[in-house]
């Protein structure tokens, strides 16, 4: 059985299941849903569990505290010393949390599927059809070499390299 996603429906009681705070070798932080420590015990040991940006199947359980939602709930005091207690999460330069970051990406990324014609192999191709105007100009991905994509910008014609999550390559479960 496969982490469930959230929204995902498959019979089983999702109000018993675990949620836990994953992260895999490449550093990518994620949620899995399981229905007990051992299933993800069990699943991560066959190689089951993966990360849904970059596949990759060494995947660690980080920490994590629990969820309680407090009706009243205030924010914490300011020490009495009135410097302002720091921030819980490490902000980038842009002020963004790594979360955060990652969460904008795979909407680019999504975005960027969903507004273009997947063109496969013949990305380079296609390109210079739409760039030369022997095609109707439109938002195309596909597969292109390294060598292809610098002899694209020698003419002229803006690519951009973006790796697509395997997650999001296929159907969505």
């Known amino acids: 059985m ?19 705070d994953l992260r895999c070798a490449n550093g990518h932080g994620f949620e899995g849903w399981f229905g007990s420590e051992d299933d993800f015990l069990a699943q991560n040991g066959r190689g089951l569990v993966e ?11 980080m920490p994590s505290a629990p969820r309680l939602n407090l009706s009243g709930a205030r924010a914490p005091a300011e020490p009495s010393s009135g410097v302002p207690a720091p921030a819980t999460a490490p902000a980038s330069p842009a002020g ?3 979360a955060d970051l ?4 795979l909407q680019a990324v999504r975005h960027a599927i969903a507004n273009t014609d ?3 192999d013949r990305f380079a ?3 210079r059809r739409i760039h030369y105007g022997e095609t ?17 910008r020698e003419e002229g014609i803006e690519v951009l390299a973006l790796p ?3 997650a999001l390559k296929g159907p969505v479960q």
């Open 2 to 20: 496969r982490p469930v996603p959230v929204g995902f429906y498959d019979g089983v009681d999702n109000q018993n299941m675990k949620v836990l």
């Open 51 to 61: 990360c849904p940006l970059c596949a990759d199947r060494v995947i660690t359980r």
């Open 96 to 98: 963004a949390v790594p």
């Open 102 to 105: 990652q969460a904008l990406w």
């Open 118 to 120: 997947d063109v496969g």
């Open 125 to 127: 191709e296609e390109a």
């Open 136 to 152: 109707e100009a439109r938002g195309i991905r596909g597969l292109a070499s390294a060598e292809e994509r610098h002899a694209l």
């Open 164 to 166: 697509i999550p395997p």
